[in-house]
């Protein structure tokens, strides 16, 4: 086997912000280090986010009946506070990130909510039972029973129910290509996009980039394959990974909603987010991709002030403007 090159050098400022923060967050993330990830900081700061945005939205939690026989599911709603209830507004279904194993409906929110605030739309986030403790499919099915849900009662939410775009990063971004993929082949209720921000694909973690960001960044290959094997336990990398658990395992990525993908060059999931997007191309989809130079896993949200950053968080929003002026 020949050597793994080098890797891609981060973007100047996104690596002097990797440098902040590099005694907090490891690249490294094994199972047992689990717990302790879900008590760290970012758990409190989440707590002190203004999800009205200073009053712009009506924030709402809502418990939903989940999968038959599973437990109810969580949904974070926040609707503009002055919209008119005559006039539905677009709906942004949210996902969030964690590699499978960390986070709540709260976690990542601020994106969307910025989205929302911009274009007038309602944010619904969803929370999912977390592996190892709930493996595949209880994750996806949770992403899809809260989807349907607000489908039937967008209306009573404030939404237009023909026109909700799918939305997540990382853990979150596979999750919402697995519910695009399950939507088309369920015949389920359709939706107008879906944005995958850095998504989680591919179980099998053998692409270059996974390879040469090895112990770089903020999740690298051990923490993939530690979220890849809490969610699949021994069939991860195997013959017969689930598509709705590993998009990338999916042989037709034809008849999918519109997409969006975006991801940095400098990140474990570079190879397998581009390979995506042209398998789409290649079944005749559309997909519109942005390979972000020099930045890792994340990077818009642990350093939002930096140029590259507000490129990325800007070709996310003119994204949806066109998405929704369609």
């Known amino acids: 086997m020949s050597p793994t090159p080098p890797p891609p050098p981060f973007d100047p400022e996104l690596a002097a912000s990797l440098e902040l923060i590099k005694d907090m967050i490891s690249p490294g993330l094994s199972m047992d280090e689990i717990p302790a990830a879900r008590q760290g900081a970012g758990i409190e700061l989440l707590g002190r986010l203004d999800l009205s945005m ?5 924030v709402e939690d809502r418990t939903v009946p989940g999968p038959q026989g599973a437990p ?31 986070g709540d409906n ?13 274009l007038g739309a309602v944010v619904v986030s969803v929370e999912y039972r977390l592996a190892p403790e709930h493996p595949h499919p ?43 993929l399950l939507l088309r082949d369920r015949q389920g209720p359709p939706v107008i996009g879906q944005l995958l921000m850095c998504p989680m694909l591919d179980d099998r973690n053998d692409t270059v980039s996974s390879h040469q960001m090895a112990g770089l960044g903020v999740w690298d290959r051990t923490a993939n394959e530690t979220g890849w094997t809490a ?64 930045g890792f896993h994340g990077f818009d949200g642990f350093a939002p002030q930096a140029p590259l950053s ?14 929704l002026a369609r």
């Open 54 to 58: 200073g009053g712009a939205f009506a």
């Open 72 to 102: 109810d599911v969580s949904l974070l709603i926040c609707r503009p506070a002055s919209a008119d209830p005559a006039e539905p507004l677009p709906v942004i279904y949210h996902v969030h990130g964690g590699g499978m194993v960390l």
């Open 106 to 118: 709260r976690a990542g929110v601020d994106g969307p909510l910025a989205w929302a605030y911009e």
């Open 138 to 180: 209880a994750p996806i099915d949770d992403v899809y029973a809260g989807l349907l849900w607000t489908v039937r009662h967008a209306k009573e939410i404030g939404g237009d129910p023909d026109r909700i775009v799918l939305a997540g990063a990382s853990a979150g971004g596979g999750l919402t290509a697995a519910l695009a």
């Open 231 to 294: 969610l699949l336990g021994e069939h991860r990398g195997g013959p017969d990974v689930s598509p709705y658990a590993a998009p990338a395992r999916a042989s037709d990525l034809s008849g999918l909603p519109p997409a969006f993908l975006d991801v940095g060059s400098a990140e474990t999931f570079r190879d397998e987010v581009v390979a995506y997007a042209s398998r789409i191309w290649q079944s005749g989809g559309i997909a519109e991709l942005h390979v972000w130079p020099g």
């Open 310 to 323: 507000q490129a990325a968080r800007a070709a996310q929003l003119d994204w949806l403007r066109r998405l």
